[in-house]
T-cell receptor, first 115, second 114 residues
């Protein structure tokens, strides 16, 4: 069974440029998460989807970050414009059911460097 | 508000010795607790979880964790460490009584020397 797929794995951009990350969850997983992980810290939730609905986006900086999961399968996270402080690893995870009692399956992440 | 703490940034253990990675939590109600492991250049992998029932939870790769409600702890343990256990370990908690999200600790780097 294929795991969670993320692309690109690495991205280097200059500040004020836009950037987008893509995630394809495990087949059949209704729940999809985007996390931000800074160096030396644990993941912090940005947004959680149940199918195509964003059920928790309270931690998403909506002035520059946006996300979509139009058909309830794959998802895109966008930053526009990027700032130096956005340099981090962006993790996507998926889960088999609603809520957060089930284990989450994480992708390898996208490491973003903003210069 | 819920929180989770991993008081040790790094734990060093000799191969074959028992290991413990500490985790304490704070929730307003009853907790759901999780341990994940992160190997270099790979995503986090689920190890085990406590939802209810037996306080000793067994998970992947020979790891186990003990839920201690009075000490609000959920320490990860393994009787005999392997060099391949060297990785970054994250504890996570969610408050059962709310619609809150899972909160991850800051991680503990486990280093097993041959």
């Amino acid at each position: 069974e294929a795991g969670v797929v993320q692309s690109p794995r690495y991205k280097i951009i200059e500040k004020k440029q836009p950037v987008a990350f893509w995630c394809n969850p495990i087949s059949g997983h209704n729940t999809l998460y985007w996390y931000l992980q800074n160096l030396g810290q644990g993941p912090e939730l940005l947004i959680r989807y149940e199918n195509e609905e964003a059920v928790d986006d309270s931690q998403l900086p909506k002035d520059r970050f946006s996300a979509e999961r139009l058909k309830g399968v794959d998802s895109t996270l966008k930053i526009q414009p990027a700032e130096l402080g956005d340099s981090a690893v962006y993790l996507c995870a998926s889960g088999p059911g609603a809520g957060e009692l089930n284990e989450q399956f994480f992708g390898p992440g996208t490491r973003l460097t903003v210069l | 508000a819920q929180s989770v703490a991993q008081p040790e940034d790094q734990v060093n253990v000799a191969e074959g010795n028992p290991l413990t990675v500490k985790c304490t939590y704070s929730v307003s109600g009853n907790p759901y607790l999780f341990w994940y492991v992160q190997y270099p250049n790979r995503g986090l992998q689920f190890l085990l979880k406590y939802i209810t029932g037996d306080n000793l939870v067994k998970g992947s790769y020979g790891f186990e964790a003990e839920f201690n409600k009075s000490q609000t702890s959920f320490h990860l343990k393994k009787p005999s460490a392997l060099v391949s256990d060297s990785a970054l370990y994250f504890c996570a908690v969610r408050d059962i009584g709310s619609a809150s999200k899972i909160i991850f600790g800051s991680g503990t780097r486990l280093s097993i020397r041959p």
